[in-house]
């Protein structure tokens, strides 16, 4: 299951490198991607396990860039 937010906020190519980076291993996950020029984030994972990786990729967005607020697109 694909879900898609905005990150609004996001100021910080680095950061956003390593946001992807961090989320994509999160148990679940197949693929992730932040686009830092759109401000995207997109997170294809699977559907029993989505709620829990949207949660816990809230987590590491906050710890890394605090200012910035998911947002579902």
């Known amino acids: 299951m694909k879900k898609k937010f905005?990150?609004?906020g996001l100021d910080c190519?680095?950061?956003a490198s390593?946001?992807?980076t961090a989320i994509s291993k999160l148990d679940g996950?197949?693929?992730t991607s932040v686009n830092f020029?759109?401000?995207k984030?997109?997170?294809d994972g699977e559907d029993e396990k989505i709620s829990s990786?949207?949660?816990e990729a809230e987590k590491i967005i906050k710890?890394?860039?605090p200012d910035v607020v998911m947002k579902k697109a």
Do not use: N, W
């Open 6 to 8: 905005i990150l609004e």
């Open 13 to 15: 190519a680095h950061c």
């Open 18 to 20: 390593k946001m992807e």
């Open 29 to 31: 996950v197949k693929e």
């Open 37 to 39: 020029m759109t401000k």
């Open 41 to 43: 984030l997109i997170i």
């Open 53 to 55: 990786i949207v949660q």
């Open 63 to 65: 710890d890394l860039e």
